[in-house]
């Protein structure tokens, strides 16, 4: 190694940090990589095989290694270790280096790092990348955040390793400060609204449909191939034709009916809470992966508590083709509540955030791809200032259409009693900002006749105060 000799340099050589490494280099970038772990750091070598990649577990070697200013990615689990490592390393940094959190650290961490290293001569940006293993190696979505100047410096590379949509990459600048991590927590949570969503319709298509995984597959092979196409449809289509290496059976019902989460769902529904903007399908998901947990309960509940008994006996081809237009009118709800939060948040946190950017990189590379991304990108482009996409003509119309197929699939799982609380809630949001009256008049007057909380009227201006059982009397 030579002294100042790569453009770039990685912290954390997990799956993330070494195929973005090897992605930075097909581009034709030098890259030195960083991790405490040797075998990590053995990985690499490995993969880099002559290309021109450094690899160590010395880090001051690594410092040394990188142009000036330096260009620092870190891929390291979120939490207390990206503090861990902005202290080991920001000493040996100098003036103008930047440093880019490319993990998924929660936005709040985020401010106060940006907070933190702006006493230093330091740059920080919040990066989110999406894509996993394989969107790392061949072409993530990436949203950042911080100084545009900042940006500028590495707008070049990261729109070179970027996936690419009819050759638009799939980065932008999207906004100051903690804007990145923003959008990717929110990313992620309408990830988990998407994910329990296609659970939900699994469940109807095995218990009421009575399928088996090979139908499962070709259904979800069909849908990927229509209004549906996406990257989650196409890899539930993949789980379902996956056999078991341990056993004769297919691995989808050899695996644990209990889902695990690091927390980003979760996050994104506290900050919607904490911003009063509705985004139930998402809490919902969230919920829906806590209550899979519980196991145990829920085996000794099957035994104690009945539901109706019932069986499907409708037609299984009419059963998925309602479902398909349910998934697609659940799915639209569930990116129109994301775009939401995302429009309020940037009021809310000044990220100026423009949700046709948004949409645009969302298009390839993500988890959340989807061919919908088109017309939600189309219509933000014609109301950049749209605070619900379900306004709009083309997805109104869409949602319109399919509003009756919901109606039908939420029916057989009431009859029968199969579960699709995301899809009960995606159909609810819609019926309730679709309300120019809802019932909240009542609630208001309760909490003036418990608390006297006051409430307005829908007759004149005012706050008004009622002494409600007394004027009854
Ligand atoms: C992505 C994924 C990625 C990761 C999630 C999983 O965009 O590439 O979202 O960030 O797989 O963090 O999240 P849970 O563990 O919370 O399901």
New binding site residues.
């Given amino acids: 190694m030579n002294e100042k000799e790569y453009q770039y340099g990685m912290i954390g050589l997990g799956t993330m940090g070494r195929n973005l490494v090897l992605n930075m280099n097909d581009h034709g970038y030098s890259v030195a990589g960083f991790d405490k772990s040797n075998s990590q750091v053995d990985l690499l070598k490995k993969d880099a095989g002559e290309r021109k990649i450094y690899a160590t577990s010395d880090l001051n070697e690594f410092v040394k290694s990188l142009k000036t200013p330096r260009v620092i990615m870190l891929l390291v689990p979120a939490g207390k270790i990206v503090d861990e490592v902005i202290q080991e390393l920001a000493p040996l940094l100098s003036e103008n280096d930047l440093l880019m959190d490319c993990g998924?650290s929660h936005f709040t961490d985020t401010n106060k790092r940006i907070e933190q290293l702006a006493k230093s001569t330091i740059h920080f940006m919040g990066v989110?990348?999406?894509?996993?293993e394989s969107?790392a190696r061949y072409g993530?979505?990436i949203m950042p955040g911080g100084p545009k100047d900042v940006y500028k410096r590495v707008s070049d590379m990261l729109e070179a390793i970027s996936a690419k949509v009819n050759n638009e990459p799939c980065v932008t600048w999207l906004g100051p400060g903690s804007a990145g991590h923003y959008v990717?927590m929110v990313?992620?949570g309408i990830?988990?609204g998407l994910?329990q969503l296609i659970s939900e319709a699994y469940h109807l298509l095995k218990e009421a449909g009575g399928m088996n995984d090979n139908e499962l597959h070709d259904v979800f092979s069909k849908w990927n191939k229509g209004i549906l196409h996406s990257f989650l449809i196409e890899i539930t289509a993949d789980i379902f034709a996956q056999k078991d290496e341990l056993t004769n059976n297919r691995l989808i019902d050899m695996i644990l009916d209990s889902?695990?989460?690091?927390?980003?769902?979760?996050w994104t529904s506290e900050d919607a809470m904490g911003l009063q903007v509705p985004i139930p399908v998402i809490d919902i998901a969230v919920s829906m992966?806590d209550l899979s947990a519980y196991k145990k309960e829920r085996q000794l509940a099957q035994q104690k508590l009945e539901g109706t008994g019932k069986k499907f006996n409708g037609d299984k081809n009419a059963l998925v083709a309602s479902l398909e237009q349910a998934l697609y009118f659940s799915m639209i709800t569930t990116y129109a509540q994301g775009m939401s939060l995302l429009y309020f948040a940037s009021k809310e946190y000044k990220f100026d955030l423009k949700l046709e950017n948004i949409a645009s990189i969302w298009r390839g590379g993500?988890?959340?791809r989807a061919s919908i991304l088109e017309d939600i990108r189309s219509a933000f482009s014609r109301q950049p200032d749209l605070s619900n996409m379900m306004v709009d003509d083309t997805v109104g119309q869409k949602l319109m259409h399919s509003q009756m197929d919901v109606r039908r699939a939420i029916q057989i799982g009431i009859e029968i009693g199969i579960p699709l609380p995301a899809m009960m809630s995606s159909l609810a949001y819609y019926d309730s900002y679709r309300s120019g009256w809802l019932p909240a008049n009542l609630i208001q007057a309760q909490r003036d006749y418990f608390g006297a909380h006051t409430y307005e009227r829908n007759d004149r201006d005012g706050v008004f105060h009622t002494h409600w059982n007394q004027e009854n009397k």
């Avoid at 889902?259 to 979760?266: E, P």
Wanted: aromatic content about 4%; overall charge positive.
């Fill in positions: 998924n989110g990348v999406s894509g996993g969107g993530p979505s990717k990313h992620n990830e988990y994910m889902a695990h989460q690091k927390g980003t769902g979760g992966r993500c988890i959340i």
